[in-house]
Each structure stands twice: as C-alpha cells, then as structure tokens.
C-alpha cells in the first residue's frame, strides 16, 4: 500500500517513541535522502532500518540493521550495497556462519545477532531453537535474538 510522505508524517507522530524503524519488504526501496531529512525534520525523531542490505542507503540514517540474506538454502544470493551496518541480524537455518564476519558493512563496534528459524512445526522451532542456542554459546562472538513476531502471532 502506498502512502503520501505527509500520511507518514501523521502517522508517525501519533506515537511517543524517539525512534522511527523502516522495515518490511525492502524499505530500501522507497526512501531516500529527501524522505529521511522530511522525516527527521517533521518529527524530530531519530531514523533506524532494517534492510537486506541489497540496495545503497541515505547517509543521515540513525541505525542502520543488515539482515542479509546470503548462505540461506534456495535463496539468491544477491551481493550487499550497504558499506556500514550498526548490528547485523542472522537468521539460523544451519548455514556456515563464518562468512558474516566477513561482510563489508561489519565494523569493529557491528553487533551481531543469531535468530533460530522459526517455523510453524513444533518440533522443527525446538530444534532450530536448540541449534541457535549451541552456535551462540559455541561461538561469544554472537548474541541471542529471537524473531519476537513469529512468537506472539504478529505477520
């Protein structure tokens, strides 16, 4: 669903929150630095986003979260466009995970996140579960994430 930036700007500033985060779909898609400098200037919020990393992001974005989509089975590989990533958010499906160390938007200061898959049958999630929660203690370089959606209901 499209809406006008001056719908945004409304809707935005029905709520109290200090922080605005852009995700769903590729939110990369849709803005730019005009959009974030509206925002920022009709609110007075700060600006985060969560993107796949696949397409270049305006510069005066707040935080920025990279969840790419590299090494997950059956997906495209698509190469990353962002150069700088505040925390990078993974989710766990039993890909080598070596190679997000790597990635050109990780910093020194670049949180990392492991998320287990959530999937609707039961007994997959508690494996996933179980998985993630080794690799993370395997490995302190990770820290623990859950997708909070997938576990209240919320699409």
């Given at each position: 669903m499209y809406m006008a930036d001056d719908a945004i700007i409304h809707a935005v500033?029905?709520?109290?929150a200090e922080w605005v985060v852009l995700t769903g779909g590729e939110p990369a898609l849709w803005i730019d630095?005009?959009?974030?400098?509206l925002l920022k200037r009709a609110t007075g919020k700060k600006i985060a986003i969560e993107t796949n990393g696949t397409v270049p992001l305006p510069r005066d974005i707040d935080w920025v979260t990279v969840s790419p989509k590299i090494g997950i089975s059956g997906e495209v590989e698509l190469p990353l466009a962002v150069d700088y990533a505040d925390e990078?958010?993974?989710?766990?499906?039993?890909?080598?995970?070596e190679n997000y160390f790597?990635?050109?938007c990780k910093g020194d200061k670049t949180l990392m996140y492991l998320q287990p898959c959530y999937v609707e049958d039961k007994q997959q999630r508690e494996a996933n579960r179980l998985r993630?929660?080794?690799?993370?203690?395997?490995?302190?370089r990770?820290?623990?994430?859950?997708?909070?959606?997938?576990?209240?209901?919320?699409?």
């Open positions: 500033k029905l709520y109290t630095s005009d959009f974030i400098h990078i958010k993974v989710v766990d499906v039993g890909q080598p995970l790597n990635l050109p993630t929660l080794q690799r993370v203690l395997a490995d302190p990770w820290t623990l994430s859950v997708q909070l959606h997938r576990y209240l209901g919320i699409p």
